[in-house]
């Protein structure tokens, strides 16, 4: 117990939540809006792409998950914005460069788990005619439930305490905005 409370855990976490926070900004810089000062939206995709590549240097099962993630945002299309590239491209080049091992049972069970819940979201996103299944998925609870089951799986709980801390700190941003009444569709 005394290891999951050390500063690596906490430095690890932390960088984690940073990830989401910039992530989550940079979206609303580009699609929806916000605007803190010129160029905030590049600015927070570089951070977005920063904290992230951090992360991918944490070890092989959370570099293979960011990889799978990434993927992913190809796949479903939400790397719309250049800000998002730049992201992306820098967590991708990180891994490719840091001599993080390819290990396709972690980046294939990511990829599959993130990327087939996310369109599943997309899918009743994308009708406009939520229903209970859209509600369910809408906070996407899978980022949190794709980890936990590899966890569960495999006993590897470090991906886990990088996408609670990085889902917590986007949704804080996200839904923040919205219950105050800054934005209408985050």
């Known amino acids: 117990m005394v290891e999951m409370v050390s500063l690596p855990i906490v ?10 926070l910039t992530m ?9 809006g916000l605007s803190w000062f010129s160029g905030d939206a590049v600015s927070f995709g570089l951070l977005w792409g920063v904290f992230g590549s951090l992360l991918v240097t944490v070890n092989p099962i959370v570099a293979n998950a960011l990889l799978a993630q990434m993927l992913g945002y190809v796949i479903r299309r939400r790397l719309d914005y250049w800000n ?3 992201a992306a491209v820098l967590i991708v080049i990180t891994f490719l460069t840091t001599g993080q091992p390819f290990v396709p049972s ?18 009743y996103g994308d009708q406009k005619k939520p229903g209970w299944l859209y509600q369910l998925n809408e906070p996407a ?4 439930l794709v980890p936990l089951a590899y966890w569960l799986s495999t006993e590897h709980w470090v991906a886990l305490a990088v996408f609670v801390p990085y889902r917590l700190a986007y949704s804080a941003v996200k839904y923040g905005l919205y219950w ?7």
């Open 11 to 20: 430095l690890v976490v932390t960088v984690a939540a940073l990830y989401g």
């Open 24 to 32: 989550k900004l940079a979206d609303l810089f580009d699609e929806h």
């Open 84 to 86: 998002h590239a730049v």
């Open 106 to 123: 972690a980046f294939w069970f990511f990829l599959v788990g993130l990327t087939g819940l996310g369109l599943v979201r997309d899918f």
């Open 141 to 144: 609870w899978y980022y949190l």
């Open 180 to 186: 105050r009444g800054s934005y209408t569709n985050l």
